[in-house]
């Protein structure tokens, strides 16, 4: 820059100053907004959707025939109801929770009265005591032969797996754990 051009910006700065202007600037442009606003609704919809997957208990695949969940639920509260009548005779309160809880996986879950009392007693289960466990199972209201042809029905539905199979694990100490003769009433009337 020449001393002239450098004398010429000086006083263009002063004339500035004391006009109180400065030198124009273009805005900065905000970068991503569009963006931000799209990621936002995104993340909005997931949330919504999770919490109705949370609030309906997680839907699933569920195909079975609605009269037989109706039939299931029907069951379960006419056990539950039942369970609570003889749980209120001066029960410890322990022995009413296992009640409770051997009643739900009987009678929600198909389970047999073994697992159901290794349930109710695992230390990564509910822990209760052997005595409350042993309580629940001989006062809960269920139908292990039902319980084991449900089961049997979701091994040949689910798994596709043969009536000898289906008996095997219905009866197995890693399976389900049902008695011989509630593994073979299962089998039996897999097909009706």
């Known amino acids: 820059m020449t001393p002239e051009q450098f004398q010429q910006y000086q006083d263009f700065q002063r004339f500035q100053q004391a006009n109180g202007s400065t030198p124009t600037q273009q805005p900065k442009k905000k970068r991503g907004g569009c963006l931000k606003l799209i990621l936002g609704f995104l993340a ?15 839907g699933g695949n569920d195909t079975s025939d609605t009269s037989d969940t109706n039939n299931t ?18 029960v410890p309160a322990e022995y009413k ?20 009392q290794d349930q109710l007693t695992s230390e990564y ?13 001989d006062n809960v209201e269920a139908d292990w032969n039902a319980n ?15 009536p000898s199979a289906i008996q095997d694990q219905l009866t197995s100490e890693y399976g389900e754990q049902f ?4 593994a073979a009433y299962a089998v039996e009337n897999l097909n009706q």
């Open 97 to 116: 929770s296992a009640l409770n809880k051997a009643d739900s996986y009987a009678n929600g879950m198909d389970m047999s009265k073994a697992a159901v």
């Open 44 to 58: 909005l919809v997931v949330l919504v959707i999770i919490l109705a997957v949370a609030c309906t208990g997680g």
């Open 73 to 90: 639920n029907e069951t379960s509260q006419s056990s539950a109801e039942s369970s609570e009548e003889a749980a209120d005779d001066g």
């Open 125 to 137: 289960g509910e822990q209760f005591s052997p005595e409350a466990a042993q309580y629940a199972v």
């Open 179 to 182: 008695t011989a003769e509630e």
């Open 148 to 162: 084991a042809l449900a089961k049997a029905k979701s091994y040949q539905e689910d798994m596709d797996m043969s």
